[in-house]
């Protein structure tokens, strides 16, 4: 669960203070396409390869705050 967002963060993804962000999944800010790609039950999903390598690099796309798919290099 998110904790707390710093401010450009919370300006992009449209989170008004940092109890915007509480309790909420990182996942919540991804768009449904990489959401899918990153939770894939695969030994080569991103998350999958995380857990496993202790790491991971891709492409993603977070939603922005007007609903805006926004590619991102993680």
């Known amino acids: ?3 707390w967002l710093n401010r450009a963060a919370r300006d ?3 989170v008004a ?3 915007g962000a509480r309790g909420r ?3 919540d800010f991804y768009s449904e396409a990489s959401r899918a790609r990153l939770l894939a039950d695969s030994a080569d999903a991103p998350m999958a390869t ?3 390598d202790g790491g ?3 492409e993603s796309t977070l ?4 609903g ?3 590619p991102v290099s993680q």
Do not use: I
Request: proline letters at 0%; hydrophobic letters at 50%.
């Open 1 to 3: 669960n998110t904790l």
């Open 68 to 70: 805006s798919e926004v």
């Open 12 to 14: 992009f993804l449209g």
């Open 25 to 27: 999944s990182v996942f």
């Open 50 to 52: 995380a857990m496993r």
């Open 56 to 58: 991971w690099q891709g």
């Open 63 to 66: 939603l922005a705050a007007d």
């Open 17 to 19: 203070g940092d109890e």
